[in-house]
């Protein structure tokens, strides 16, 4: 059964609150592959995965609020967590998806009329804690 977003949180260990969160984009875990085509090689090319995966970037808008006291240090590490919106009401706990990372790049936000403020976040992770999804129970 499908769900929207609405409820889900982003918790920083170091950083803690980043703002009000418009939209989170997760990211995109993949790894990388090595052609091993040979001479002895018919009809397709042949490939063997590589030996390590790239953990990905996230990207966070936020609504920028020039009165808040938020700190965005670029490159501190730290623990880097999103919790998804319950559900199921039976639930009890909330899936999450976790690791270890650094807020690599800051857009600080566009400004004309008859337009929110958003700011963007990159939060690139780091591969030191492996990002781990945690299924909701």
């Known amino acids: 059964m499908a769900d929207t977003g609405a409820g889900a949180t982003l918790t920083l260990s170091t950083t803690g609150s980043v703002g009000a969160i418009r939209s989170l984009t997760l990211p995109e875990l993949s790894i990388d592959s090595l052609e091993d085509t040979d001479l002895s090689t ?69 400004m004309q009329i008859g337009e929110l403020q958003v700011a963007t976040l990159t939060i690139q992770f780091d591969g030191k804690t492996e990002p781990t999804f945690t299924k909701e129970s």
Do not use: C, R
């Open 42 to 110: 018919t009809n397709f090319k042949t490939y063997v995965k590589q030996d390590l995966a790239e953990p990905g970037t996230m990207q966070v808008e936020i609504l920028w609020d020039a009165t808040s006291n938020y700190v965005y240090i670029l490159g501190t590490s730290e623990t880097v967590t999103v919790t998804f919106p319950k559900h199921t009401a039976s639930s009890s706990t909330n899936a999450t998806f976790a690791g270890t990372g650094f807020i690599s790049n800051l857009k600080l936000p566009d």
